[in-house]
């Protein structure tokens, strides 16, 4: 799952389970007997367009379906080689059908447009008292809006961002750590005394990644005029202070701007996690959930606080990316994969996946004391991920991907000085305005 965010280059889960006739999973756990909840036996496939292996989806998904749901045959398929489009064709030329698909917001229902396999929920959900009100609701809002009022998918699982921190830079330079509940400004003035020179090594004291927290911006300001189809990095002034706040404020120090010029990018996962040259990173949980991170986080004292707010949106984080779950049109056994979705939202299934350290979608007390219990590491501040309410999630579009890439490009000159803000925005709100044309021209084939 590359949780990074709302990435067209995927960001996902995938998974080929395979349960047995004779009740055990692919992961060997014991047979256990259906309970009186559980359907008649039937095989449900998921499919999440991912190229994660099978251990990662049991990790992340299975293993508690398995032990729920013994006389089901749970499968999941890995993506094939190539873009989701052309791994979903070649799966559907084959005549294979999938159940479930799942993916995070933008991906999950593209594809599923794209491909033709949305299937409305509604009335099967009100059969199989399906609760959705107990779930976090900008999640289901976002739904509801890309779905046009229909329910083509269910949240199970979220991402957010928070301020990750290297302990060790801080010691090194005898700088307090940070704290909770700061403003941008306050994280700025302390990564400004952080973003110095030491033995030949260029420190950065704050930065984040452009294409994520652009798409997750905390002030939910769309990519895209939906009314009109048009950008609005150039119009809207909610973009030049977020840039300012992140790629300029952070960046006027002589010896980050050369390094920035030298390495030709906004200090990313890269500098946080390999390197440990940067001190102070908003990013999402993906950084120390994902099986390729996590040996290399284990090798430097980090910890995490909450994201800095804007003085106009106090109490408020970042936008979620919301992993949704839906049944296709293909779907063989809708009542008995109904059943495993509404499991998955449940108190018990919620709170198990909070221990393996994804966000659930039911916030309860419980779920949210038992986050990362069974992560490699138990003992970080999760309570910060909880601390603000999510910022809502604007209107996106099929193009909307190609845009937000187009916004984070100006990041790199912006933080150099290269152009200057008005600049590069109206040259992104001409590029950007290119790219969605192409994406309408191509809508029909």
Known sequence: ???????????????????????????????????????????????GGSTQPQDFFDRQYGELLYKKFPQHTIKYIQMPAGTIQEATTKLLTEGQRFDIFYNNIGIFENTLFWAGLQYDMTELMKKHNVDLSRLEQESIQAMKQFSAGKTYGVPVTDMKFVLFYNKDIFDKFGVAYPKDGMTWDEAIALGKKLS??????????????????????????PLVNHQTD???????????????????QPMQDAGVRSKLESTKSIPNNDAFVNKQDLAMYAYNIAIYISPSLIPAMQKFNWDMVTMPIFAEAPGVGSQTTPFYFGLTNMAKEKDAAMEVLKFMISDEYQSWVSRRGFIPTLMTDETKKEYGKETVFPDKNYAALFRYKNAPIPPSADYTFSVNNVYAGTALPIAT??????????????LANKQIEVFKRNRGK
């Open 230 to 248: 048009q950008p609005t990095i150039y119009s809207n002034a909610g973009w030049r202070k977020l840039f300012d706040a992140l790629f300029v």
């Open 417 to 430: 000085g290269v152009k200057d803000m008005n600049t590069a925005f109206r040259e992104a709100e001409e």
């Open 196 to 221: 110095r020179t030491e033995d030949g090594v260029q420190y950065v004291g704050l930065s984040t990644s452009p294409s994520q927290f652009i798409s997750q911006n905390q002030l939910s300001i």
């Open 1 to 47: 799952m590359s949780m990074t965010s709302r990435k067209i280059t995927v960001v996902p889960l995938a998974f080929v389970l395979l349960l047995t006739a004779c009740g055990k999973s692919g992961g060997g756990d014991a047979v256990q007997q259906p309970t009186e909840t559980q359907t008649a036996p039937a095989e449900i496939i998921f499919y």
